[in-house]
């Protein structure tokens, strides 16, 4: 088994017991559920960075990354530098974060959040909304076409955008349908955690033009940014990066800054 499946047998668990004593209608009754929400898609065609920062304490593999950072704090800091949205992942076992962050995210930003979350059930996608989200996360590594389907299709009646995310043709091939906003390419494999940019640049050219690219896992520098953009990538997720560094937001200025030298 590897640590994809593991996460999502955990996940399952996690989900199962989530239902059994908080019901969907407990979702639907947050203050939070009826808000208009942001595109994160419409950002990234209106920017020219197109940089998507992201929240996260620790993963898979690297143990640890920021455990004591401040989600508020980060949040704000990447809304002063001018990021198009922000990605806060919700996962705890794996990841160190929680859907709390992400109403902490939420009361402390107007920037596009996006949950990031191993989504495998609907009541995941309420309960985004219900807490914040602005855009939500399909992996199609762990999904049927059906589910995909299904689950960005209630996304989009709740009003929130859809980044799918793809890590080699055949699961491109099996995902591309309207309900979609924009089409990740993770160019980390996740079975084996090795990143190379090259995965995006293959299949650029097999994504149509209506959705938003966007390239995740492994852009670490502005040469990396430059280099995908010929390709038509127009979002860049950028985590690590900024989050192994006592000011994330700080960082991101700069980052930015040189950017649009």
Request: hydrophobic fraction near 40%; charge should be neutral; proline fraction near 3%.
């Amino acid at each position: 088994m590897n640590i994809l499946d593991k996460i999502v047998a955990d996940k399952r668990k996690e989900v199962e017991l989530k239902k059994s004593i908080i019901p969907v209608s407990h979702h639907e009754a947050s203050v939070l559920y009826e808000r208009k929400t942001n595109s994160l898609a419409q950002a990234l065609k209106n920017s020219d960075t197109g940089i998507i920062s992201e929240f996260k304490r620790r993963s898979p593999s690297k143990k640890s990354i920021n455990q004591n950072a401040n989600v508020g704090q980060v949040a704000k800091g990447y809304e002063k530098a001018g990021v198009c949205g922000m990605s806060v992942l919700t996962d705890i076992k794996y990841f160190g974060g929680s859907i709390e962050d992400l109403i902490l995210a939420r009361a402390s930003v107007k920037l596009p959040l996006l949950r990031k979350e191993f989504i495998i059930s609907e009541y995941q996608i309420i309960e985004a909304k219900a807490h914040g989200a602005d855009v939500i996360l399909l992996i199609a590594a762990i999904l049927t076409k059906q589910e995909i389907k299904t689950y960005s299709e209630l996304a989009k009646n709740l009003g929130l955008d859809v980044l799918l995310e793809v890590h080699n043709e055949e699961e491109l091939h099996k995902s591309i349908m309207p309900s979609l906003d924009m089409l990740g390419v993770n160019n980390r494999n996740l079975k084996t955690f090795e990143v190379s940019l090259e995965t995006s640049k293959s299949l650029s050219t097999l994504i149509p033009d209506d959705f938003v690219k966007v390239s995740e896992s492994g852009i670490s520098s502005i040469e990396a940014i430059k280099e995908l953009k010929p390709y038509g990538y127009e979002g860049f997720l950028i985590g690590e990066n900024f989050m192994k560094t006592d000011n994330p937001g700080k960082i991101a200025i700069e980052f930015i800054k040189n950017l649009k030298k």
